[in-house]
Structures are given as structure tokens and as C-alpha cells.
């Protein structure tokens, strides 16, 4: 043969897989930040829609008080026990049912004072502390419920929700 010996076709290196191009350096960020707006938004959704229910049943409270026939006692004491209800459900659902199930009195004042303490003016937690066990006890069951729909829209969005 004359002229150049010529070789054979040079094809490039294989393809590295490592380091990635920069749009799977993206796609993990993506993710991992999809999940935490997930997260966020169902505890967000979770609290509102909470104190949605607390604020309905309220209402649910106030239309049953409206239209019963009865004095002002014991419409009085009839709302005693109906908010008190209601606030030892959101208490617990708040904090967990395990220790602030069974308290009562003073101390579970203390905890819903601590949970949000706008609304309730002293003598109303202490008819929800003690008086309401007591026979003829007589509140202002309108002032009550104004009170109880402050406490519920001061508390706070995220729950701090103990195990148990």
C-alpha cells in the first residue's frame, strides 16, 4: 500500500454517571422542599379546620341556649357545663389526652390559661375552674360564650400535641 496508514474509527469515553448533570442536583431539592410544603400546609389545615369545629360547635352551643325555655340560672349553668365540654376537648386535642384528661379546678385553669390566655376575664375562669360544680350558680351564658369564641380564635395555630 502506498500513503498513510490509516487506523481505525476513534470513538469517545463512555458517559460518566457521576457527577451528575445539574438538573438531577435540582430534582432532590424539588422534592425534599415539595415535602416539607406538604407538611406545612396539612399542620396548617389541621389547625384551622380545629378551630373551625371548636368555633361551629360553639355555635351549636349558643343556638341550643337560644332556644330554650328556661331561666336565666340555669340557662346559666346549662352553658357552664356545655362550654366547659367544649374546652376540655380542645384542651385535649391540643395537648394529648394523657395528663390534662383528668385535671380539674385550678389547675385546669392553669392549662387552658396557658393554652391562650385572651378571652376569659378571672371571675369566668374561676366559674369554669370551681363554681360549676356548685348547685345555683349563675353566670351571664351570653358573656360566657362571647368569651369562650375570643379564647377559641387567640389559640394558637400549631399544636404541641403530647403522645397519649
Do not use: K
Request: charged residues 25%; hydrophobic residues 45%; contains cysteine.
Amino acid at each position: 500500500m502506498n500513503g498513510p496508514e490509516l487506523r481505525d474509527i476513534h470513538l469517545p469515553d463512555g458517559v460518566a454517571w457521576w457527577p451528575p448533570a445539574p438538573g438531577w442536583w435540582l430534582l432532590p431539592l424539588l422534592v425534599v422542599a415539595l415535602a416539607l410544603a406538604a407538611w406545612w400546609w396539612r399542620a396548617r389545615r389541621r389547625s384551622l379546620s380545629a378551630r373551625r369545629r371548636a368555633l361551629g360547635e360553639l355555635e351549636r352551643i349558643r343556638s341550643r341556649l337560644q332556644g330554650l325555655d328556661a331561666d336565666p340560672p340555669e340557662r346559666g349553668q346549662l352553658a357552664l357545663r356545655e362550654v366547659s365540654a367544649l374546652l376540655r376537648r380542645i384542651l385535649i386535642s391540643y395537648r394529648g389526652r394523657g395528663q390534662h384528661a383528668a385535671t380539674s379546678g385550678s389547675d385546669w385553669v392553669t392549662q387552658l390559661r396557658d393554652l391562650a390566655a385572651a378571652g376569659f376575664s378571672a371571675e369566668q375562669f374561676e366559674l369554669l375552674g370551681r363554681a360549676r360544680y356548685r348547685r345555683g350558680c349563675s353566670c351571664d351564658s351570653e358573656a360566657l360564650l362571647a368569651a369562650c369564641e375570643a379564647w377559641i380564635r387567640a389559640l394558637p395555630r400549631e399544636s404541641n400535641r403530647a403522645a397519649g
